[in-house]
């Protein structure tokens, strides 16, 4: 049984601001000084490497209630700024992949136009927004391999309802610039490399690695939960495991992935009409 989660305090913008610098100060000198091997954008373009170990794709444009489509149109540019300084990366033995030191700060100067962002549980417009999207898809492929997560923020608002999702509650990675990071390390013995592409419907990515994987990743929902908690509010909840399969589709092992919380911004069940009056 989940937890209680509880009803969200509400901040300051000066305590959110300092929050802010802080937090942005400490990814900086924990780039420069923490001692990590972090994966750098290639000089050249990479030979692309030979087997396709997980793949995905997911649409551009989605029709959200309340949502201006300018802001969708806008994330497109902001996910083609973002994909090109992606694609191709190798993740070499050792090396941890860092969504933010890739990318960098998104900003008006490097061509991001303002796209949907989502804060405290509303959307507002901001520069760069929609790059959640490229985030999201980057961590659902990396729990299809043995490629390990060693930080990842979960949403902590179920803004939308399910609307065609074709991934479970949960399975993506939020990330706000540059404390709300990705970081992806291979400890394994082998290159690994991510591309991404934008086409005009869809984002499409991939790794890709130096050697054909002796086993692959079905990720499935366990104890999926919406509840009403004392504060008023809806909540849900879920874990996140994968089945590990030898080439053959053999069982080999079942891992817990993450366990997810959200707090709802939608009515999550339907009422009865309630009985006209005689």
Same mark, same amino acid.
């Given at each position: 049984?989940?937890?209680?989660?509880?009803? #969200?305090?509400?901040?300051?913008?000066?305590?959110?601001?300092?929050?802010?610098?802080?937090?942005?100060?400490?990814?900086?000198?924990?780039?420069?000084?923490?001692?990590? /091997?972090?994966?750098?954008? #290639?000089?050249?373009?990479?030979?692309?490497?030979?087997?396709?170990?997980?793949?995905?794709?997911?649409?551009?444009?989605?029709?959200?209630?309340?949502?201006?489509?300018?802001?969708?149109?806008?994330?497109?540019?902001?996910?083609?700024?973002?994909?090109?300084?992606?694609?191709?990366?190798?993740?070499?033995?050792?090396?941890?992949?860092?969504?933010?030191?890739?990318?960098?700060? #998104?900003?008006?100067?490097?061509?991001?136009?303002?796209?949907?962002?989502?804060?405290?549980?509303?959307?507002?417009?901001?520069?760069?927004?929609?790059?959640?999207?490229?985030?999201?898809?980057?961590?659902? @492929?990396?729990?299809?391999?043995?490629?390990?997560?060693?930080?990842?923020?979960?949403?902590?608002?179920?803004?939308?309802?399910?609307?065609?999702?074709?991934? #479970?509650?949960?399975?993506?990675?939020?990330?706000?610039?540059?404390?709300?990071?990705?970081?992806?390390?291979?400890?394994?013995?082998?290159?690994?490399?991510?591309?991404?592409?934008?086409?005009?419907?869809?984002?499409?990515?991939?790794?890709?690695?130096?050697?054909?994987?002796?086993?692959?990743?079905?990720?499935?929902?366990?104890?999926?939960?919406?509840?009403?908690?004392?504060?008023?509010?809806?909540?849900?909840? /879920?874990?996140?495991?994968?089945?590990?399969?030898?080439?053959?589709?053999?069982?080999?092992?079942?891992?817990?992935?993450?366990?997810?919380?959200?707090?709802?911004?939608?009515?999550?069940? @339907?009422?009865?009409?309630?009985?006209?009056?005689?």
């Amino acid at each position: 049984m989940a937890a209680p989660v509880e009803k #969200p305090a509400s901040r300051g913008a000066l305590r959110l601001k300092l929050g802010s610098l802080y937090f942005t100060g400490k990814r900086y000198l924990r780039w420069l000084f923490g001692g990590i /091997n972090y994966a750098e954008r #290639p000089k050249a373009r990479e030979d692309i490497l030979p087997f396709t170990v997980a793949t995905h794709a997911t649409p551009l444009l989605r029709k959200l209630k309340a949502v201006d489509m300018a802001l969708q149109y806008n994330k497109i540019t902001n996910l083609r700024l973002a994909a090109a300084r992606l694609n191709g990366v190798i993740l070499e033995p050792g090396q941890t992949f860092s969504y933010w030191k890739l990318i960098g700060k #998104p900003t008006r100067r490097k061509g991001y136009l303002e796209g949907m962002v989502l804060q405290s549980g509303t959307v507002r417009a901001g520069i760069g927004g929609g790059l959640c999207q490229l985030s999201n898809l980057a961590y659902w @492929l990396t729990i299809h391999t043995p490629l390990t997560v060693v930080e990842r923020y979960r949403h902590g608002y179920d803004v939308f309802p399910d609307s065609n999702r074709t991934q #479970p509650f949960g399975s993506g990675a939020t990330c706000f610039y540059n404390y709300g990071d990705l970081a992806i390390k291979n400890n394994t013995l082998d290159r690994w490399q991510l591309n991404v592409r934008v086409t005009e419907t869809e984002l499409e990515a991939e790794w890709r690695c130096s050697r054909r994987p002796d086993y692959s990743y079905q990720v499935y929902e366990k104890e999926h939960l919406l509840r009403g908690e004392a504060w008023g509010g809806y909540t849900r909840h /879920n874990l996140l495991h994968r089945k590990k399969l030898s080439p053959d589709g053999t069982l080999l092992a079942d891992e817990f992935v993450v366990e997810n919380h959200a707090i709802m911004m939608y009515q999550p069940f @339907l009422h009865a009409p309630s009985s006209p009056k005689e």
